[in-house]
């Protein structure tokens, strides 16, 4: 993806998107060099890296930090960065001033932020300025508290039709695209079918337009997992054995070996 227009050509050709949450260098590079066509550097850093139980007590310039990281490790790569918690839910002027820092800092090419009718004039705002939004709706992190947990959104029949309006409404406000997330899978595909936009999902079945997963989580490096991820590979099953071949290779003596060793 080399612009937003890709994601919406995508949507028209019917080709799956792929993105991937993730905020390092090195990460990202992996993902880069394997043809992801878009990194989203997202709030989750705070639980990943950092060990918080929630996304809330992350900061812009904690964001701006890891997307700057991102942007070095993929710097041909469709970059979106989340905005954080309070960063643009007091005004839309608030949240123009610091999506335009989050842009020019970090050099990414779209901002995401979480939410539906409530912060549609915030997304128009935004556009208007030039700056790309992606949309999220359903389980929306940010909003852990008001939601009761980390729970499957629009089970009920009102919660349906308030995740399918907020949907259009970001639509209609000027996204480029909108992520659904832990909403069932008949929901998702209904809201696929008459948006417009691609729909990136993550809990949300196949039939959205594309898919997102944290990288930590999906290369296994967490004991346990959401059930919509799938553990591509045991990572911390792998890099425990190296850590415990290299504790016991030096405590023998055998490392470093002469090949690892100056002249």
């Known amino acids: 993806m080399k612009n937003i227009h890709d994601f919406l050509k995508a949507k028209e050709e019917k080709r799956k998107i792929t993105m991937i949450s993730t905020y390092e260098y090195w990460s990202a590079k992996i993902c880069e060099e394997a043809g992801i066509d878009c990194i989203l550097v997202g709030d989750s850093v705070g639980m990943v890296d ?9 900061t812009v310039e904690e964001m701006i930090y890891h997307g700057r990281a991102v942007r070095r490790g993929a710097p041909n790569t469709f970059i ?14 608030e949240a123009l001033k610091n999506a335009g820092k989050i842009m020019k800092e970090s050099c990414c090419n779209a901002v995401k932020v979480e939410g539906g009718e409530e912060i549609a004039k915030t997304i128009e705002k935004l556009v208007s300025a030039g700056i790309p939004v992606m949309g999220h709706v359903g389980l929306t992190p940010q909003s852990v508290h008001a939601l009761g947990g980390y729970k499957v ?9 308030r995740i399918i309006k907020d949907a259009k409404i970001l639509e209609q406000a000027g996204a480029f695209a909108v992520v659904l997330e832990a909403v069932p899978s008949d929901l998702a595909e209904e809201i696929t079918e008459f948006l417009d936009i691609p729909t990136i999902g993550i809990g949300a079945g196949n039939k959205t337009d594309g898919q997102v997963l944290v990288f930590h989580d999906m290369m296994g490096f967490f004991d346990k997992s959401p059930k919509f991820v799938k553990r591509y ?3 911390k099953k792998l890099f425990m054995e190296a850590l415990k071949q290299f504790s016991n290779e030096v405590k023998e003596g ?10």
Not at 153 to 161: A, C, N, P
């Open 153 to 161: 959104q629009g089970k009920t029949e009102e919660d349906r039709k």
């Open 50 to 58: 950092a060990g918080l139980k929630t996304t809330l007590p992350v």
């Open 233 to 235: 590979v045991e990572g």
């Open 80 to 93: 979106v960065v989340d905005m954080p918690f309070m960063s643009y839910q007091v005004s839309p002027e």
């Open 254 to 263: 055998i490392f470093p070996g002469e090949e690892h060793t100056y002249k």
